[in-house]
């Protein structure tokens, strides 16, 4: 950083070299100690511009005041990461106060006759497709205490407030939350309202199974998502612990009657000669070892397999695992409990 800055580590040799190389440098807060490199710079170019950007809280008073003695100004992180069309709510507190503020803050986002371009006569020059000049919001809430109740508030009044052809959200990032099944089924009413929402983030929230995955499916199911010309829908739902496995979801999505809905999980990429309704997220990878039952048969593997199991193996292989498998009786044997062998084989 010093050298970048045209400062050399000392200062004797500094104030005989050339001039810096910058105008000025922004310190971005965090756990390491610049105070020194500031100190150091002020005594070899005084007169280089410094900068410190920081977010609420992450600098103690005295500390800061430390800084500013310097001369150094204090920018606002917020006000340099802002994006348009962003709303950035992560790592605060949301409550009940803050619906109408959010509710605000889409309609301000609405577009108008005016926005979609217009030549110097007033008149288009060319019609403009509606879905390209339509303002889509990211909205950024992890991280952070948002409950369903108060979701379910902001969605209901941003679908209640606003025109879906002047505004729409296109990314909700929620995970880290305390949602349950009814704020799924308040994003699902988002979902078929907004035809440009393509990502929904839920992962990692304790309340979210199989259950309210499939409440979201539904939903862009009878949205034709992915048909028609519309965007498939993204959904991360991956959980830590949980019970959300494709073996599972399969299952419940065939008992709710929609087997007919196409879904790719990641990371496998949708066959666009095939377009898919939704894209789900529901672990990192596909690991070779599943704990206590080690899951179905995946895509390219056909196995009968207990405790560990595996999919997605390249090879023949034999495969002992631990674990307590699904069903069966206790020890060696098919879906036992306990040591079991697994035995698969790809399927071409």
């Not at 789900?280 to 056909?302: E, F, L, R």
């Amino acid at each position: 950083l010093l050298q970048l800055a045209g400062v050399a580590a000392n200062p004797e040799e500094a104030k005989s070299s050339a001039a810096p190389r910058l105008d000025g440098v922004v310190f971005f807060s965090s756990d390491s100690d610049f105070l020194p490199a500031i100190k150091l710079i002020r005594e070899v170019r005084p007169q280089l511009r410094l900068w410190v950007a920081s977010s609420k809280g992450t600098m103690k008073n005295s500390y800061q005041e430390d800084v500013e003695a310097l001369g150094v100004k204090r920018l606002r992180l917020a006000d340099i990461l802002e994006k348009d069309n962003c709303i950035d709510w992560r790592y605060r507190k949301i409550g009940k106060e803050d619906v109408r503020t959010f509710i605000e803050l889409v309609k301000a986002c609405e577009w108008g006759e005016d926005d979609a371009g217009k030549d110097g006569k007033g008149k288009r020059e060319e019609k403009v497709s509606v879905s390209s000049v339509i303002p889509q919001i990211e909205v950024h809430m992890q991280y952070t205490n948002l409950s369903s109740p108060v979701l379910t508030a902001m969605i209901k009044g941003v679908l209640a407030e606003t025109d879906p052809q002047k505004v729409q959200i296109g990314q909700l990032w929620v995970f880290h939350c305390g949602l349950d099944i009814k704020g799924c089924q308040s994003i699902a009413q988002l979902i078929r309202a907004h035809p440009l929402l393509h990502q929904v983030h839920i992962s990692h929230n304790n309340r979210v199974g199989v259950q309210e995955l499939v409440v979201l499916i539904e939903a862009a199911y009878q949205a034709k998502r992915g048909q028609d010309g519309n965007l498939h829908l993204y959904i991360n739902a991956k959980q830590d612990g949980s019970n959300l496995t494709k073996g599972r979801l399969k299952a419940a999505l065939a008992e709710a009657d929609l087997g007919a809905v196409r879904v790719a999980f990641v990371p496998h990429t949708p066959n666009p000669k095939s377009p898919v309704h939704v894209v789900v997220k529901i672990a990192d990878d596909y690991s070779p070892q599943h704990d206590g039952g080690g899951g179905d048969a995946g895509d390219m593997v056909q196995d009968n397999h207990s405790g560990y199991g595996g999919k997605n193996h390249r090879h023949n292989y034999n495969h002992r695992g631990k674990g307590r498998g699904r069903r069966g009786g206790r020890g060696r044997g098919r879906r036992g409990r306990g040591r079991g062998r697994h035995r698969g084989r790809r399927k071409y």
